[in-house]
């Protein structure tokens, strides 16, 4: 299983998500702006995997910060990151959570070399909590996919998507490991390519059967039986169940739900943001043309081409199964269920 990010006495090393699968190439971060620019740019992405870049982005920012000016510096760090991108949910999270140790740290006295030290733990840990988490999501999730046939993902919800081991990714990881006999179907996921270029990757490392598809053949492959389930991850969930994810899921979804197949999705509780109402308040990012208008810098449209691209869109919450977290499954209604796996924490406990 692929290493997607580290902390090292050189810097924040992590795999270039860009290069691959060409090569295995590896980027150090040696300051705040260079993991905010390696997320803003994708060299890291995937929203767990954002959320551990963003702690660590925090953290190694005040190693640099001087003595003088930290409280200034540090709100100025954690706004250059928190402008990165502005869909997935575990930036904010893990931001949030390494200001409230900051805060409560200054509040209490503690020495400058104290406050580095702990926020430096407080990285490291943020990368531990995120593997156990995929890994406890992914046992939950094991049980409900078949024990023998095709699962479809879209997009990477993989290691290199997470800290490691990988939400959707882990779910079948967890569930071959068990013994089901799987193959995966994924989409290529036009036009970042995550698909094509990170989980066939990732799968093949595996030994983990793995077919790519086109993006528009998802719904034939459902209508000749191809497919038993899908499981997809997610960037930001509604406390309605509504889901943000790469752009297309919300079109595998409505294919997964005429077909009546189960469309699982598998997220850490911090992807969970209980303070939106439903997906409708959900901010989609939109991305440069280029990555529409060019592939791997060759130009496959007319230049100056008008050009739409949102990176996500939201997949309504009545085309969800089940969501798959590390303290259990949620099914609908999902109001109440997420709420109990994020605020009482209902560990272990699986709704279905």
């Not at 094991?142 to 993902?153: D, E, I, R």
């Not at 449209?301 to 798959?324: L, W």
Request: contains cysteine.
């Amino acid at each position: 299983m692929v290493k997607t990010i580290e902390w090292t006495a050189d810097g924040v090393v992590m795999i270039d998500q860009t290069k691959l699968p060409a090569e295995e190439a590896y980027v150090t971060c040696r300051d705040h702006l260079e993991v905010a620019d390696a997320i803003r740019t994708m060299v890291i992405r995937g929203a767990p995997a954002i959320g551990c870049a963003a702690a660590m982005g925090v953290a190694i920012g005040v190693l640099k910060a001087s003595d003088e000016e930290l409280d200034a510096e540090f709100d100025e760090i954690c706004e250059i990151l928190a402008s990165t991108r502005p869909t997935a949910v575990n930036l904010f999270w893990a931001i949030e959570r390494m200001r409230k140790l900051y805060c409560g740290l200054r509040k209490q006295g503690a020495g400058l070399d104290l406050i580095r030290q702990r926020l430096v733990s407080e990285a490291q840990q943020v990368l531990v909590e995120d593997i156990a988490s995929n890994q406890a999501l992914g046992k939950h999730g094991a049980s409900l996919l078949p024990s023998g046939g095709t699962v479809m993902t879209h997009c990477n919800a993989g290691a290199l998507a997470t800290g490691g081991y990988g939400t959707a990714l882990g779910v079948i990881r967890a569930a071959v490991d068990r013994g089901n006999a799987l193959d995966v179907l994924a989409n290529e996921t036009r036009p970042f390519m995550q698909g094509a270029r990170l989980t066939v990757w990732e799968l093949q490392q595996d030994d983990i059967p793995v077919t790519l598809l086109t993006d528009n053949m998802a719904g034939h492959m459902m209508q000749r039986g191809c497919v038993q389930a899908v499981v997809v991850g997610a960037d930001r969930i509604a406390a309605n169940g509504d889901v943000a994810n790469k752009i297309g899921t919300y079109s595998v979804a409505v294919l997964a739900k005429e077909s009546g197949i189960p469309f699982y999705v598998a997220a850490p509780t911090s992807t969970v943001d209980l303070g939106l109402a439903s997906g409708e308040e959900i901010p989609i990012e939109e991305r440069a043309p280029e990555e529409v208008t060019q592939v791997q810098g060759l130009q496959i449209a007319p230049h100056e081409t008008r050009v739409c691209n949102p990176a996500f869109d939201v997949t309504p919450s009545r085309f969800v199964t089940a969501i798959i977290t590390e303290n259990g499954v949620a099914v609908p209604p999902y109001g109440g269920a997420l709420r109990a796996l994020v605020v009482e924490g209902a560990s272990g406990r699986d709704e279905t």
